[in-house]
């Protein structure tokens, strides 16, 4: 598969201006310089997989969006990954991952 890196730099541009952001505010959010954000938009520079890894967390999107322009929201990414890996633990394991669930929930309600 062929990565369209024009089509990559037009996304993140997009993102970036839809979430209301300037490129040194990204810059900002990343721990990138401004100018580096810039080379990325406009298809002079590639990022690395950290610093798009770093882009997607800043504009709280998923991989997916920038490289494949498919949407899926955060919650729902984040439910099916952990489903995932539930699937891989053992019985015993989920146990411990709900009681786990369960100490974090108690712990918020006694802050609240």
Do not use: W
Not at 11 to 38: F, H
Not at 72 to 99: A, F, G, H, W
Request: proline share 3%; glycine share 2%; with cysteine.
């Amino acid at each position: 598969m062929n990565i369209d890196y024009q089509t990559l730099s037009k996304r993140i541009s997009d993102l970036r201006r839809k979430k209301g952001l300037t490129q040194e505010s990204l810059a900002e959010k990343t721990e990138l310089s401004s100018n580096y954000i810039s080379h990325i938009e406009n298809s002079r520079s590639i990022p690395s997989l950290e610093t798009l890894m770093k882009l997607c967390s800043a504009l709280d999107i998923t991989p997916d969006e920038v490289l494949l322009g498919t949407k899926q929201d955060m919650e729902n990414y984040l439910q099916s990954d952990i489903q995932k890996k539930l699937i891989l633990c053992t019985p015993k394991e989920r146990r411990m991952v709900s009681r786990f669930i369960d100490l974090l929930l108690e712990e918020r309600e006694e802050k609240n």
